[in-house]
């Protein structure tokens, strides 16, 4: 397993939530900026949200503000994507990433990403 490990997705009906995690392993992950990203079929890539490892300043794509929540548990070393009001466009496979960095939120060159996590929106 790499640095970033994504686990989480599922399928969900629309409207529905879902919890991806993304654990960090080989530094603290309060040290380095983190992002989502996904990818959907046929699509580019996508920023979904980020959190400062400096301050936990939190970003988040229009796409997704107010349905989306990252956040960070540092005694486990693990980022989080709450996901709720889920739609069928959200369908993609999530990945958590990092510029190995500070001061890189939003992500717009990853330099690792993780093995991604599938989320399926439908009834």
């Known amino acids: 397993q790499g640095p970033l490990v994504e686990s989480g997705g599922g399928l969900v009906q629309p409207g529905g939530s879902l919890r991806l995690s993304c654990a960090a392993s080989?530094?603290?992950?309060?040290?380095?900026?983190i992002g989502w990203f996904r990818q959907a079929p046929g699509k580019e890539r996508e920023g979904v949200s980020c959190?400062?490892?400096?301050?936990?300043?939190?970003y988040y794509a229009d796409s997704v503000k107010g349905r989306f929540t990252i956040s960070r548990e540092i005694a486990k070393n693990t980022v989080y994507l709450q996901m709720n009001s889920l739609k069928p466009e959200d369908t993609a496979v999530y990945y958590c990433?990092?510029?190995w960095g500070r001061g890189t939120c939003p992500l717009k060159s990853p330099k690792y990403r993780g093995q991604g996590t599938q989320v399926t929106v439908s009834s």
């Open positions: 080989g530094f603290a992950l309060d040290y380095y900026d």
């Open positions: 959190i400062s490892g400096q301050n936990g300043r939190t």
């Open positions: 990433a990092t510029e």
